[in-house]
């Protein structure tokens, strides 16, 4: 869960969910839906146990609760992996359309993982030295365009 204050220019927040490919580039999975910002102060919050099975996304302000979800086709067999989340743990600046990284998701078959900070989101090359099999983010842009 997240807290977030917003200027009223704010009209909409919108999640995407991304994969690394092979050339160290993100993919969306899926995303790209925006809620109404109708609170300037409110709350967010991530329900998801893997992201690729999907997530559920809620902005709760002082008029109520909105909710979406965001699913993708999984055709990636986890079984024989481990993996690990990391979620943004500080405060983050609020830049309108810019995407700030709230979650990344790491899968591999290896016994280490190493839980790298959501910040890795901006240099995916970090990444590729650790050989992953599947990493994973979602992110938040908060926007001044209205719902499309």
Request: charged letters at 25%; glycine letters at 6%.
């Amino acid at each position: 869960i997240w807290d977030y204050d917003v200027d009223e220019t704010i009209k909409s927040i919108s999640f995407n969910c991304y994969e690394l490919d092979e050339n160290n580039k993100w993919q969306a999975i899926s995303g790209g839906g925006s809620l109404l910002a109708e609170a300037k102060q409110g709350r967010i919050s991530l329900a998801f146990d893997k992201i690729l099975d999907g997530i559920k996304i809620s902005i709760q302000g002082k008029n109520g609760t909105i909710s979406s979800s965001h699913e993708s086709e999984n055709s990636v067999d986890f079984s024989n992996m481990s993996y690990t989340t990391s979620f943004l743990s500080s405060q983050s600046n609020i830049e309108i359309n810019k995407e700030i990284p709230i979650a990344i998701q790491i899968f591999d078959s290896d016994n280490e993982i190493f839980s790298g900070d959501v910040s890795m989101f901006y240099e995916p090359n970090e990444f590729e030295k650790y050989n992953y099999d599947h990493v994973y983010a979602v992110t938040v842009t908060f926007s001044q365009d209205g719902l499309e």
